[in-house]
T-cell receptor
């Protein structure tokens, strides 16, 4: 198993540009999510999905878009990049939905994408 | 709303000494608690979790954590630190009742083990 994979590892954008961060998992996990990591702020949830065709917003969704057409893939789109979106982005997956009652599944994280917006 | 506090930005420990990384939480009811570790330029890796039962939880790489309900704490410990333990450690909490808050992470603690 490759686990959770993310591409690219590094990206530099200019303000206003758009791009898609790719995330894929081969563990047949239903739940997938995107976090951003900023110094001194821990991880903050951007968007999540509880299955193909179902997505929802997390804590900091503005400026980002997601879709989930397959169980395996969960891309994150930046519609018009801003310097405030400079961050490290992590994709994560788990077998069950951690938002559901009684679920304590381990989340598996990808290696991250380091994004700089100039 | 649930929250996690990691009061120390950085912890320095000499190799071979015991280490403790502190975590306190706030959640309604009994919590689910997690520790993750992040090595440089890597994603987060699961270390251990507390769901119910024994307050002392053992995890990967010789780490353990003790759930203390009265102090609302879940400190990470290891009896003898290794230089390779140097990394960024995150505590996380969630409400077993579910909800949109999902998993809430602390800000992280840099653990530096000095040879």
């Amino acid at each position: 198993n490759a686990g959770v994979t993310q591409t690219p590892k590094f990206q530099v954008l200019k303000t206003g540009q758009s791009m898609t961060l790719q995330c894929a998992q081969d563990m047949n996990h239903e739940y997938m999510s995107w976090y951003r990591q900023d110094p001194g702020m821990g991880l903050r949830l951007i968007h999540y999905s509880v299955g193909a065709g179902i997505t929802d917003q997390g804590e900091v969704p503005n400026g980002y878009n997601v879709s989930r057409s397959t169980t395996e893939d969960f891309p994150l789109r930046l519609l018009s990049a801003a310097p405030s979106q400079t961050s490290v982005y992590f994709c994560a997956s788990s077998y069950s939905n951690p938002l559901a009652a009684g679920v304590a599944d381990t989340q598996y994280f990808g290696p991250g994408t380091r994004l700089t917006v100039l | 709303a649930q929250s996690v506090a990691q009061p120390e930005d950085q912890v320095n420990v000499a190799e071979g000494n015991p280490l403790t990384v502190k975590c306190t939480y706030s959640v309604s009811g009994n919590p689910y608690l997690f520790w993750y570790v992040q090595y440089p330029n890597r994603g987060l890796q699961f270390l251990l979790k507390y769901i119910t039962g024994d307050n002392l939880v053992k995890g990967s790489y010789g780490f353990e954590a003790e759930f203390n309900k009265s102090q609302t704490s879940f400190h990470l410990k290891k009896p003898s630190a290794l230089v390779s333990d140097s990394a960024l450690y995150f505590c996380a909490v969630r409400d077993p009742g579910g909800g949109a808050d999902g998993l809430t992470f602390g800000k992280g603690t840099h653990l530096i083990i000095q040879p």
